[in-house]
T-cell receptor, first 112, second 114 residues
Framework: AQSVTQPDIHITVSEGASLELRCNYSYGATPYLFWYVQSPGQGLQLLLKYFSGDTLVQGIKGFEAEFKRSQSSFNLRKPSVHWSDAAEYFCAVGADTDKLIFGTGTRLQVFP | KAGVTQTPRYLIKTRGQQVTLSCSPISGHRSVSWYQQTPGQGLQFLFEYFSETQRNKGNFPGRFSGRQFSNSRSEMNVSTLELGDSALYLC?????????????FGPGTRLTVL
């Protein structure tokens, strides 16, 4: 069955520290991959997406993600976290006419 | 360009009632998807409409239904409300089908069922 796993429910980092949020998926073929962010009281906003080509994808707000086919992973990274990055992050997978499947989310807390 | 708008933003209903939520997509977008978000279940896909046709459906009971109009505006309806239907209902629009395109989300409708 198609699924997305975000193993970390809650992550806490200090401002300025590096960040990596994990995402693993199970899918029949190479899917399209997305990372969305949700700030409190807001809808979701796309950070970045991977469809094909270069496996290292750059997104907005200084985020990047790397697609690793052999590990079925699409981890999100940021070299230096800012307090404004505190939010909930969702990984999602889909393909063409399939529905988009979201992970359960990782809540990021940033300490000054 | 205006974003995705959802009305109402907040709604309180009692068990057994029905409710209709509305979503206006970004101009030119033909796909509208609906999601239910709860603390325990995360984001659950309800359905997706593209050019007035339902293209995908999630694993929700028949009490949950939707439709899309010729101007791409969409509504979802929940009949015979249950306590467990309390959630944030998010609508998202995209130019192409959701799984192959960037989705733009509205702020959501917070439904509370008493």
């Amino acid at each position: 069955a198609q699924s997305v796993t975000q193993p970390d429910i809650h992550i806490t980092v200090s401002e300025g520290a590096s960040l990596e949020l994990r995402c693993n998926y199970s899918y029949g073929a190479t899917p399209y991959l997305f990372w969305y962010v949700q700030s409190p009281g807001q809808g979701l906003q796309l950070l970045l997406k991977y469809f094909s080509g270069d496996t290292l994808v750059q997104g907005i707000k200084g985020f990047e993600a790397e697609f690793k086919r052999s590990q079925s992973s699409f981890n999100l990274r940021k070299p230096s976290v800012h307090w404004s990055d505190a939010a909930e992050y969702f990984c999602a997978v889909g393909a063409d006419t399939d529905k988009l499947i979201f992970g359960t989310g990782t809540r990021l807390q940033v300490f000054p | 360009k205006a974003g995705v708008t959802q009305t109402p933003r907040y709604l309180i209903k009692t068990r057994g009632q029905q409710v209709t939520l509305s979503c206006s997509p970004i101009s030119g977008h033909r796909s509208v998807s609906w999601y239910q978000q709860t603390p325990g279940q995360g984001l659950q896909f309800l359905f997706e409409y593209f050019s007035e046709t339902q293209r995908n459906k999630g694993n929700f009971p028949g009490r949950f239904s939707g439709r899309q109009f010729s101007n791409s505006r969409s509504e979802m309806n929940v009949s015979t409300l249950e306590l467990g239907d309390s959630a944030l209902y998010l609508c998202a629009s995209s130019l192409a089908l959701a799984a192959a395109d960037t989705q733009y989300f509205g702020p959501g409708t917070r439904l509370t069922v008493l």
